[in-house]
T-cell receptor, first 113, second 117 residues
Framework: GESVGLHLPTLSVQEGDNSIINCAYS??????FIWYKQESGKGPQFIID?????DKRQGQRVTVLLNKTVKHLSLQIAATQPGDSAVYFCAETLYSSASKIIFGSGTRLSIRP | GAGVSQSPSNKVTEKGKDVELRCDPISGHTALYWYRQSLGQGLEFLIYFQGNSAPDKSGLPSDRFSAERTGGSVSTLTIQRTQQEDSAVYLCASSLFGLAGDTDTQYFGPGTRLTVL
C-alpha cells in the first residue's frame, strides 16, 4: 500500500549547524509534498511544501528538495536553533484533489548546545 | 482568530467503554480531518469531511469507529467498545477548501490523548 518513510528516526545536531532530514515516498502518483513540525504536546504545524513540478523550494531557513527519480524528499534547516527541536514529518498527497494525506513516521530532531 | 480546538485533552477509559472525542474546526473551514497518532509513529488518516459531500471513511480501522460532523462545523469521533490498541493521540485538522495546495493548509488541533486501560 501507500507509504511514506524516513531514513533516520532520530537526528542530533549541534546548534548553529545545518540539519538535513530525509524522507522516501512510495506512491509515484503523489504530486504534492509537505513537511510538518510537531512540538511536544502540540499538533503538527505546516513548514513548507513543494509540488512535483519543482525540485527545490526555499522558505525562511528551510529548504525542501524533491528528487522524483528516486522518490526522495529532504528538509534542510539552516543554522539550527534550540526552537527547532521537534519531530518532523513528511507527507504526500495529490495537489488537485480533495484526498487524504499520507504521513511518514517522523524524525526527531534534537539540538546539542 | 481561534485555531482548531479539541476536547478533552486527555481521556482515560476502561476497556470496553465507549468514548467521544470532539473537534471544533476553524470557523469557515469546509474540510475536517481526523488522524490517529500512536506513540512514536506518524499520523494515520481516519476520516475526512468536505462540505456536504459524503465523508471519506476509508481510514477507519474498524466498525467500532465512527464520526459525525454536525452543521458542517463541530465533529465528534466515537469509539465504541474501546480496546487497548486504541490508545493513541487523536488529532483533528481543518482546512478552508479541502484541497491540498499551498493555499489550503491544514491546521491541526492539539489532539486528544486517549488511554485505554
Amino acid at each position: 500500500g501507500e507509504s511514506v518513510g524516513l531514513h533516520l528516526p532520530t537526528l542530533s545536531v549541534q546548534e548553529g549547524d545545518n540539519s538535513i532530514i530525509n524522507c522516501a515516498y512510495s506512491n509515484s502518483a503523489s504530486d504534492y509534498f509537505i513537511w510538518y513540525k510537531q512540538e511536544s504536546g502540540k499538533g503538527p504545524q505546516f513548514i513548507i511544501d513543494i509540488r512535483s513540478n519543482m525540485d527545490k523550494r526555499q522558505g525562511q531557513r528551510v529548504t525542501v528538495l524533491l528528487n522524483k527519480t528516486v522518490k526522495h524528499l529532504s528538509l534542510q534547516i539552516a543554522a539550527t536553533q534550540p526552537g527547532d527541536s521537534a519531530v518532523y514529518f513528511c507527507a504526500e498527497t495529490l495537489y488537485s484533489s480533495a484526498s487524504k494525506i499520507i504521513f511518514g513516521s517522523g524524525t526527531r530532531l534534537s539540538i546539542r548546545p | 482568530g481561534a485555531g482548531v480546538s479539541q476536547s478533552p485533552s486527555n481521556k482515560v477509559t476502561e476497556k470496553g467503554k465507549d468514548v467521544e472525542l470532539r473537534c471544533d474546526p476553524i470557523s469557515g473551514h469546509t474540510a475536517l480531518y481526523w488522524y490517529r497518532q500512536s506513540l512514536g509513529q506518524g499520523l494515520e488518516f481516519l476520516i475526512y469531511f468536505q462540505g456536504n459531500s459524503a465523508p471519506d471513511k476509508s481510514g477507519l480501522p474498524s466498525d467500532r469507529f465512527s464520526a459525525e460532523r454536525t452543521g458542517g462545523s463541530v465533529s465528534t469521533l466515537t469509539i465504541q467498545r474501546t480496546q487497548q490498541e486504541d490508545s493513541a493521540v487523536y488529532l483533528c485538522a481543518s482546512s478552508l477548501f479541502g484541497l491540498a495546495g499551498d493555499t489550503d493548509t491544514q491546521y491541526f488541533g492539539p489532539g486528544t490523548r486517549l488511554t485505554v486501560l
